[in-house]
C-alpha cells in the first residue's frame, strides 16, 4: 500500500493539545508523521482535505450489535458497516445476544465473526452475571482471556449485592463494570419519563428518581469497593448532579450519554412515537441542558449511542408492545457536532468523548493521532448537510427518531490500519490515482 | 358549526370547545328517540359499525351497540378472548382484516394507552376511542358534561370536584379536559399515591390533598372508581381505609353546595366510593348519566357519518 499522505486536515488530537491545519502521513496502516511540513515519502498519495477534520477513529462504547441470535435486526457485519459509515473505527457489543456473551465459547464467536465480516474493531463487553440473571459472576478471568473488555448485564440492572461483588471481583483484573443503573421497583410498567407528557398522553411514567436512586447506590459501591465503575446511558440532571459529586469525592466513576439525552426531550413521545421510546427515557428539557453542561465539565466522560436496532415487528405496533431503544450509529456525529456549533463544546471536547477517552476507559487502542498509533482514522466533513432516509442508512434496522430529518456533518472517509473501510466518495480509492 | 372538524374521536385532547358543544346539541335532540314507542330511526342504515373491545366491558359496549341500532346501522363486535389476537396476529394485521370487510366505524376499547390513535394510521374506517389504557375515554366525558349542562343549564362558572384515582384513571382525564374546555373550574382530590406528584395542576385541574377542599362549594361530585387491585399495588391500605377517609359520606356532602350533582361512571362500589344512601339520594344522576350515555354516543355516530359524506 502506498503512503497517504493527507493534507489541509484539520487535525484534532486533546490528547496532544492539536487543533490545528496541518499534514498526516500513513504509512504501513501506521500514522507516521504529523505536522505543518512534512518529509514525504515519493511514492505518496496525497488526499487535500480542505479544511476537514481528521481525528482519532471513533470508538463506540455502547452498541447492540444482535448477533448472535437476532440476526433480523442487525449483524456484526450490517452494525460494524453502519458504524463505518458513522466514522466508527471501533465498537463495544453488550452482552445481551441470544445466547447471552456470558462465556468464552460466546465471546470468541463474536470476535470469529468480526474477524470474518466486521468492517470496524469488535470489543465484545461480557455479562456480569450468567444469562444476565443476575445470579452468579460469570467467569470474569476467562472472559477477559478470550478477547471480552468490559463486564456489563445493559438491560437488566444488577442488584445491590451483586453489584457490590462484581465491582470487588473485578478489581484482581482491574476489569470495567458497565451499569445500566435503574431502580426497577420505580421504573415498573413505565413506558416513557413520568411528568405533565406522560399523564397528557395516559401513559405510565418512569420517574427520574428510578435512574438517580440507582446511579447514586452504584457510585456509593465503587466507593465502598475501589472498583472500576462506568454509568452507561446517563439521562438526567439528578445523575450528572450525583456523578459529578462522586468525582468531586475521588470515586473510581467514568460515565457516558447517548445523543438523544441531548438533542430531543420526551415531546418526541407525543403521537406515540415508538422511535422516541427508549429505556432510560427521554426525559425533560432540563435535563437535556443538564446533560450538555455534564458533557462541558468532563462529569460526562463519552458520547456513546447505545446503538439498540429493532425490526419493525417490535416497534410499528402499540406503544405499550414496542421495544425499547434506537439507533445511533449513523446520526452521532452530526449530533454531537451540534454542541461545537452551539458553542457548548470545543471540537477537542467532542474528539475526547467520541475517541480518546473511550479507548481509555475500555484499555483499548486508538484514540489518539501520535506518530507510531494504529492509522484508524475518521475524516469529518463537519458542514455537509443530509437528510436521514431509509436508504441512507446502512443499519438493517430504521427505528431512529431523526428518520426525515436534515443532520449536519457527517463521516467521509474511516480508515482502520490505513485501510478505506467507508469511503462512499471515493476519497482514497487507489483508482484515484493519478499513476 | 354543525360539523365536526375531526375524523375520528379519540380523545377530549382533540376536540375543540364547540365541537363539544355540538356533540351535547346533536346529543340533546337524539335523546328523545329513546323515548319513543319504536325507538330506532333510519339514519345510519346500510352503515356498519364494529364494535373492539380487548378489555371487559358491560355498560359501554352495550350502550354503544345500542346507540348504533337506535340510528339503523349494523353492528358486529369481538371482545379480546374471541379475536385472532390470541392467536398470535398483531392488532394491526387484526384491524386490517377488519377494515377489509368494508365497515364504517371502528369502535374500540383497548388497554393500551393510544391504540385508537395507530389504529387510525392504519384504517380508513372512522375510530372512536372507547377508553384507552390510562389515558382517555371521551365519551363518558361527553355524557358526564351532557347531564350536568342538562340538570344546571350550563357549565361555564360551575366548580367540578372528582374524586378517586385521578393519575390512573382515563375517566378523569377525559373528564378534567371536557368540563375545563366547557368553562368549568375543576378541582380533583384523593390519596397521595393517586395524585400525580408534586404538581398542583393536571390537565387544567387544580389538585388539591384533602377531599373536603375539593368538596367545598362544589355543583357537582364525581366519584371514580376505586379498582380492588389498588390495594395490592400499595396504592391504598385496604379498601375501608379509602372508604372512611376519601369516600363521599353524607356528612362531608353538607360542605358542598346546596343541590349537588353526584355522579359516577360505574360500575359503582356500594360503599366505597360513596354511602349508599348518597348514591340513591335525591342528587343522584348516575342512573341519567347511564341512559344520556346512549344519546351521547348517538351523537357520535350520527356526526361522524355527517362528516364522512
Given at each position: 500500500m502506498r503512503p497517504l499522505l493527507f493534507t489541509n486536515a484539520r487535525i484534532i488530537d486533546p490528547g496532544q493539545d492539536w487543533d490545528f491545519l496541518g499534514r498526516l502521513l500513513v504509512e504501513n496502516g501506521i500514522i507516521a508523521a504529523v505536522g505543518q511540513s512534512l518529509e514525504v515519502p515519493e511514492d505518496a498519495r496525497t488526499i487535500d482535505l480542505k479544511g476537514k477534520w481528521l481525528v482519532p477513529g471513533l470508538i463506540d462504547i455502547h452498541v447492540h450489535l444482535r448477533e448472535p441470535g437476532e440476526e433480523y435486526k442487525e449483524t456484526i457485519e450490517t452494525g460494524t458497516a453502519a458504524a463505518a459509515a458513522g466514522g466508527f473505527t471501533a465498537v463495544a457489543c453488550m452482552a445481551n445476544t441470544r445466547p447471552v456473551n456470558d462465556s468464552a465459547g460466546i465471546t470468541k464467536f463474536i470476535l470469529e465473526?468480526?474477524?470474518?465480516?466486521?468492517?470496524?474493531?469488535?470489543?465484545?463487553?461480557?455479562?456480569?452475571?450468567?444469562?444476565?440473571?443476575?445470579?452468579?459472576?460469570?467467569?470474569?478471568?476467562?472472559?477477559?482471556?478470550?478477547g471480552a473488555v468490559a463486564f456489563s448485564d445493559d438491560g437488566l440492572p444488577l442488584g445491590a449485592r451483586m453489584m457490590r461483588h462484581a465491582l470487588e471481583y473485578a478489581k484482581s483484573f482491574d476489569a470495567l463494570i458497565i451499569s445500566h443503573s435503574e431502580e426497577l421497583e420505580l421504573s415498573e410498567g413505565g413506558l416513557m419519563n413520568e411528568g405533565r407528557i406522560s399523564i397528557e398522553l395516559g401513559l405510565k411514567g418512569i420517574p427520574a428518581a428510578a435512574e438517580e436512586v440507582a446511579v447514586f447506590r452504584d457510585v456509593t459501591l465503587a466507593g465502598l469497593t475501589g472498583g472500576r465503575l462506568h454509568i452507561a446511558h446517563v439521562s438526567t440532571k439528578g445523575s450528572v448532579e450525583i456523578i459529578r459529586q462522586a468525582k468531586a469525592r475521588g470515586i473510581k466513576v467514568t460515565a457516558e450519554?447517548?445523543?438523544?439525552?441531548?438533542?430531543?426531550?420526551?415531546?418526541?413521545?407525543?403521537?406515540?412515537?415508538?422511535?422516541?421510546?427508549?429505556?432510560?427515557?427521554?426525559?425533560?428539557?432540563?435535563?437535556?441542558?443538564?446533560?450538555?453542561?455534564?458533557?462541558?465539565?468532563?462529569?460526562?466522560?463519552?458520547?456513546?449511542?447505545?446503538?439498540?436496532?429493532?425490526?419493525?415487528?417490535?416497534?410499528?405496533?402499540?406503544?405499550?408492545?414496542?421495544?425499547?431503544?434506537?439507533?445511533?450509529?449513523?446520526?452521532?456525529?452530526?449530533?454531537?457536532?451540534?454542541?461545537?456549533?452551539?458553542?457548548?463544546?470545543?471540537?477537542?471536547?467532542?474528539?475526547?468523548?467520541?475517541s480518546s477517552s473511550p479507548s481509555q476507559i475500555l484499555g483499548?487502542?486508538?484514540?489518539?493521532?501520535?506518530?507510531?498509533?494504529?492509522?484508524?482514522?475518521?475524516?469529518?466533513?463537519?458542514?455537509?448537510?443530509?437528510?436521514?432516509?431509509?436508504?441512507?442508512?446502512?443499519?438493517?434496522?430504521?427505528?431512529?427518531?431523526?428518520?426525515?430529518?436534515?443532520?449536519q456533518g457527517r463521516a467521509i472517509l474511516t480508515l482502520i490500519d490505513g485501510r478505506p473501510i467507508y469511503d462512499p466518495e471515493g476519497i482514497a480509492s487507489p483508482h484515484q490515482d493519478p499513476l | 358549526m354543525n360539523c365536526l372538524n375531526v375524523c375520528h374521536i379519540l380523545g377530549i385532547s382533540t376536540l375543540l370547545p364547540e365541537e363539544i358543544s355540538l356533540i351535547l346539541d346533536t346529543a340533546?335532540?337524539?335523546?328523545?328517540?329513546?323515548?319513543?314507542?319504536?325507538?330506532?330511526?333510519?339514519?345510519?342504515?346500510?352503515?356498519?359499525?364494529?364494535?373492539?373491545?380487548?378489555?371487559?366491558?358491560?355498560?359501554?359496549?352495550?350502550?354503544?351497540?345500542?346507540?348504533?341500532?337506535?340510528?339503523?346501522?349494523?353492528?358486529?363486535?369481538?371482545?379480546?378472548?374471541?379475536?385472532?389476537?390470541?392467536?398470535?396476529?398483531?392488532?394491526?394485521?387484526?384491524?386490517?382484516?377488519?377494515?377489509?370487510?368494508?365497515?364504517?366505524?371502528?369502535?374500540i376499547r383497548h388497554p393500551y394507552s393510544g391504540t385508537p390513535y395507530l389504529l387510525t394510521q392504519y384504517v380508513k374506517s372512522a375510530v372512536i376511542n372507547a377508553g384507552d389504557g390510562i389515558n382517555e375515554h371521551p365519551s363518558q366525558a361527553l355524557l358526564d358534561v351532557f347531564t350536568v349542562r342538562e340538570h344546571l343549564g350550563h357549565i361555564e362558572g360551575l366548580k367540578v370536584a372528582i374524586l378517586g384515582d385521578i393519575l390512573h384513571s382515563r375517566v378523569a382525564h377525559s373528564d378534567i379536559l371536557a368540563f375545563t374546555k366547557m368553562g368549568a373550574e375543576?378541582?380533583?382530590?384523593?390519596?397521595?399515591?393517586?395524585?400525580?406528584?408534586?404538581?398542583?395542576?393536571?390537565?387544567?385541574?387544580?389538585?388539591?390533598?384533602?377531599?373536603?377542599?375539593?368538596?367545598?362549594?362544589?355543583?357537582?361530585?364525581?366519584?371514580?372508581?376505586?379498582?380492588?387491585?389498588?390495594?395490592?399495588?400499595?396504592?391504598?391500605?385496604?379498601?375501608?381505609?379509602?372508604?372512611?377517609?376519601?369516600?363521599?359520606?353524607?356528612?362531608?356532602?353538607?360542605?358542598?353546595?346546596?343541590?349537588?350533582?353526584?355522579?359516577?361512571?360505574?360500575?359503582?362500589?356500594?360503599?366505597?366510593?360513596?354511602?349508599?344512601?348518597?348514591?340513591?339520594?335525591?342528587?343522584?344522576?348516575?342512573?341519567?348519566?347511564?341512559?344520556?350515555?346512549?344519546?351521547?354516543?348517538?351523537?357520535?355516530?350520527?356526526?361522524?357519518?355527517?362528516?364522512?359524506?
Open positions: 465473526r468480526a474477524r470474518e465480516v466486521a468492517k470496524t474493531r469488535v470489543y465484545p463487553i461480557a455479562a456480569v452475571t450468567v444469562g444476565q440473571r443476575g445470579e452468579q459472576l460469570t467467569e470474569f478471568g476467562d472472559l477477559l482471556s478470550a450519554t447517548a445523543p438523544h439525552y441531548f438533542s430531543i426531550t420526551e415531546e418526541a413521545v407525543i403521537g406515540y412515537n415508538t422511535s422516541a421510546k427508549m429505556n432510560p427515557p427521554l426525559r425533560t428539557e432540563a435535563d437535556r441542558v443538564a446533560i450538555i453542561e455534564g458533557i462541558r465539565d468532563g462529569t460526562i466522560d463519552v458520547i456513546a449511542t447505545d446503538h439498540a436496532p429493532h425490526s419493525t415487528i417490535e416497534k410499528e405496533c402499540e406503544f405499550q408492545l414496542a421495544a425499547n431503544g434506537i439507533i445511533g450509529l449513523e446520526t452521532s456525529v452530526p449530533l454531537s457536532l451540534n454542541l461545537v456549533r452551539s458553542g457548548h463544546i470545543s471540537a477537542s471536547q467532542l474528539v475526547r468523548c467520541m483499548v487502542a486508538g484514540g489518539s493521532l501520535t506518530p507510531g498509533s494504529p492509522a484508524d482514522i475518521s475524516v469529518i466533513d463537519s458542514d455537509q448537510t443530509f437528510i436521514l432516509t431509509l436508504e441512507s442508512l446502512h443499519s438493517m434496522s430504521h427505528n431512529s427518531p431523526f428518520l426525515g430529518k436534515e443532520l | 340533546e335532540s337524539l335523546k328523545e328517540i329513546l323515548d319513543r314507542p319504536i325507538k330506532k330511526v333510519p339514519l345510519l342504515r346500510g352503515k356498519t359499525v364494529v364494535h373492539l373491545f380487548f378489555e371487559p366491558s358491560t355498560r359501554t359496549r352495550l350502550s354503544f351497540e345500542l346507540a348504533a341500532k337506535r340510528l339503523g346501522a349494523d353492528t358486529i363486535g369481538i371482545s379480546a378472548g374471541a379475536s385472532s389476537v390470541k392467536k398470535g396476529e398483531t392488532l394491526i394485521d387484526t384491524v386490517r382484516n377488519i377494515e377489509a370487510m368494508r365497515p364504517d366505524v371502528i369502535v375543576v378541582v380533583v382530590s384523593g390519596p397521595g399515591t393517586m395524585l400525580p406528584p408534586r404538581q398542583s395542576q393536571v390537565l387544567g385541574a387544580r389538585v388539591v390533598l384533602r377531599t373536603e377542599e375539593a368538596i367545598e362549594d362544589a355543583d357537582v361530585i364525581i366519584a371514580l372508581r376505586i379498582q380492588r387491585e389498588r390495594q395490592d399495588q400499595s396504592l391504598i391500605p385496604s379498601i375501608r381505609e379509602y372508604a372512611t377517609f376519601f369516600g363521599l359520606w353524607p356528612e362531608r356532602l353538607r360542605l358542598a353546595r346546596p343541590g349537588v350533582l353526584i355522579m359516577h361512571p360505574g360500575p359503582i362500589n356500594r360503599g366505597v366510593e360513596m354511602a349508599p344512601e348518597v348514591a340513591d339520594g335525591p342528587y343522584s344522576v348516575i342512573l341519567d348519566q347511564v341512559t344520556n350515555g346512549v344519546a351521547v354516543r348517538m351523537a357520535l355516530l350520527a356526526l361522524l357519518f355527517k362528516k364522512g359524506e
